[in-house]
């Protein structure tokens, strides 16, 4: 019989007189922490050292943590409208402080990208792994605890319990232990807010050792806004968008680029005329894969990615996602996203939430089990993921940095860019921003070489920045260093090409062509205005959990610390801030960040930089 608590400290030592003393838990990764309980038995470690307590997961989420001044005054009354109820993780808060307890572990095998940079003891418990091992891993490790976050249903009387948003590795542990292979017990915390998702899922109470049910327990879910689209994602969006053929199967990964991507294969579908518009504003003249689409979407596409996000059902919505395998368009592992898109999935007829199918991760990523049907259904398959970093060989770099230090973790993109390779029509697209800003500077983010891979190069096949689309499969080392020479920004294809010369991977008479030398970001500004001006391309393509006046702010702000991190543009913003006429319009997102009133030498100076960044930012 299911025992059920409404006390998380009660749970917690029924959990450590039912499996004892040495815990190993596994904490799903992201949304679907059962945070009460995990938080329960971290005290009962804490608090007594004959508890050995291993938390082994991914995606820790956590509030943000404002710094300066005008961080705090902006994101401060965010926090509390997005995540004031949401309780904080204590190991997180231990781990930051360096004060974790010496019988408590916590590994993970994907952090919150730049989370835990520098923290050393994340960095030397995190563990490289395909998404697709991470169930394997903790098997090995002696697995014996399952907590998770479950919505709740009754159904002619009997009450059910759905994974909803993290069927990903628990529904591979949950294989393994009915063939035998594992002895973990699950133990489940109610939430209101998660959706009830029909399918593999969908279980009985009798899969689990005890539930934690009570209203003083729910907590409103992680619900991490949409941040907007800059042009350079947009690019990077619209030019993936015309290598998704109709017909075909969409991946996407985590990120602002899938939103571009689904917002370009709207306009798409929805306005084709000014898609192909833009599309030749973006790249005139450039030489075009030959899968390049810019159809309508009469077929429509099916969906299989180990992440769901809002952008999948804003496709639904457009009636671009819409081709059936078994009834479905649509198969997931894990969700996560902002509140709108918790409430669409909540909300949804039974009809139209059964054609998104929540499945284990070894579903999504992989194609062994069933892989006559997997290979049927993922036809001329799109597989868009996000890299930080691209070398001139064609290797990715995704998840670390040359020192070691690890940013977020392999995740599934290796599982995605092997499935690519194993089904015939499909590609493996990784996006790259052509430069990122480091101060005052503009480095490349097409290198000659780097000392991390994610990707290795024998493993490469299409590129994509903001200036375009560089075709890589099966090509020669020259033909591939030439291509992603055309897609770097020009500010820095001349030292790129002359490193692959020195090295004799490009002949000594190459030349970058001139249709190519212009790629700067005013011409992606210049390309996309028209699209911009005209609403096709909104800075938040699905909605914003940002206020009117948060939405002006943000650019403003972006604007400042630009310039707070340019020595030599800041003394202007100033001068400009104290010698305007002031601008009515400005009056609400001044009083926004509290400077209606400055009171003090410092927040007369934020006044003026901010209503200088606000003019400049109206102008850009």
């Not at 833009?278 to 077929?299: K, N, V």
Request: charged share 20%; net charge neutral.
């Amino acid at each position: 019989m299911l025992m059920k608590f409404t006390d998380p400290d009660d749970m917690a030592e029924h959990i450590i007189r039912d499996v004892g003393t040495n815990l190993v838990v596994g904490l799903p990764l992201g949304l679907g922490k059962a945070n009460h309980i995990a938080n329960a038995l971290y005290a009962r470690a804490a608090a007594d050292r004959a508890i050995n307590l291993t938390f082994f997961t991914a995606l820790t989420l956590e509030k943000p943590r404002p710094k300066s001044l005008l961080e705090r005054r902006f994101i401060a009354p965010v926090i509390d409208r997005l995540f004031g109820g949401y309780p904080d993780l204590a190991y997180a808060g231990a781990l930051h402080a360096d004060e974790l307890p010496p019988n408590v572990k916590v590994i993970e095998f994907f952090f919150l990208a730049g989370k835990w940079l520098h923290a050393p003891f994340a960095q030397q418990h995190y563990i490289s792994a395909n998404y697709t091992h991470a169930s394997s891993y903790l098997l090995a490790r002696g697995l014996n605890v399952v907590t998770q976050l479950v919505a709740k249903r009754v159904v002619d009387g009997e009450t059910r319990y759905s994974l909803s948003c993290n069927t990903d590795t628990t529904l591979d542990l949950l294989r393994a232990r009915v063939e035998g292979r594992a002895a973990f017990k699950m133990f489940a915390q109610v939430n209101s807010e998660l959706p009830f998702m029909p399918g593999a899922g969908d279980l009985a109470a009798t899969e689990f050792s005890a539930v934690l049910d009570s209203p003083e327990t729910d907590f409103p879910l992680f619900a991490p806004p949409a941040e907007p689209v800059s042009d350079t994602k947009y690019a990077i969006g619209l030019h993936a968008a015309t290598l998704v053929r109709d017909g075909g199967t969409l991946q996407i990964g985590i990120g602002q680029i899938g939103d571009a991507l689904a917002q370009g294969l709207i306009v798409r579908h929805r306005d084709n005329a000014r898609f192909r518009e833009i599309m030749q504003r973006l790249s005139p003249g450039a030489e075009q894969l030959p899968a390049l689409g810019a159809e309508t979407f009469e077929t429509g596409l099916y969906g299989v990615s180990e992440m769901l996000t809002e952008a999948f059902i804003r496709l639904i919505e457009a009636d671009i996602l819409k081709r059936e395998v078994d009834g479905v368009v649509l198969h997931g592992a894990f969700f996560l996203g902002p509140k709108s898109f918790y409430r669409a999935l909540r909300e949804m007829a039974p009809d139209a939430i059964a054609r998104i199918q929540m499945m284990p991760v070894s579903f999504t990523n992989e194609l062994y089990g069933n892989e006559a049907a997997k290979r049927r259904a993922r036809v001329d398959a799109r597989f868009i993921n996000n890299a930080m970093m691209a070398t001139l060989m064609g290797a990715a770099v995704s998840d670390g940095l040359e020192n070691g230090q690890v940013i977020s973790g392999v995740g599934g993109q290796y599982n995605f860019v092997a499935q690519a390779f194993a089904l015939q029509g499909a590609r493996a697209i990784l996006t790259v921003e052509a430069t990122r800003q480091a101060g005052a500077r503009a480095h490349s983010n097409i290198r000659w070489t780097y000392g991390h891979q994610t990707i290795p190069r024998h493993l490469r096949d299409v590129t994509i920045t903001e200036y375009g689309v560089a075709d890589l499969r099966g090509k020669s080392d020259a033909d591939v260093i030439a291509a992603l020479l055309a897609v770097a920004d020009s500010r820095f294809q001349g030292e790129l090409a002359r490193q692959a010369k020195d090295a004799g991977k490009l002949p000594k008479n190459f030349e970058i062509p001139a249709d190519r030398r212009e790629n700067f970001p005013e011409r992606i500004k210049a390309a996309l205005k028209p699209a911009r001006d005209a609403g096709l391309l909104p800075s938040f393509p699905f909605g914003s959990d940002f206020t009117d006046t948060e939405q002006r702010l943000i650019p403003a702000l972006q604007v400042l610390q630009q310039a707070l991190h340019t020595p030599l543009q800041l003394p202007g913003l100033l001068w400009q801030g104290l010698t305007r006429t002031p601008d009515a319009a400005d009056d609400e997102c001044l009083a926004r960040l509290g400077l209606d009133n400055p009171k003090t030498f410092a927040e007369r100076a934020y006044r003026a930089l901010v209503g200088a960044a606000l003019a400049r930012s109206r102008a850009q």
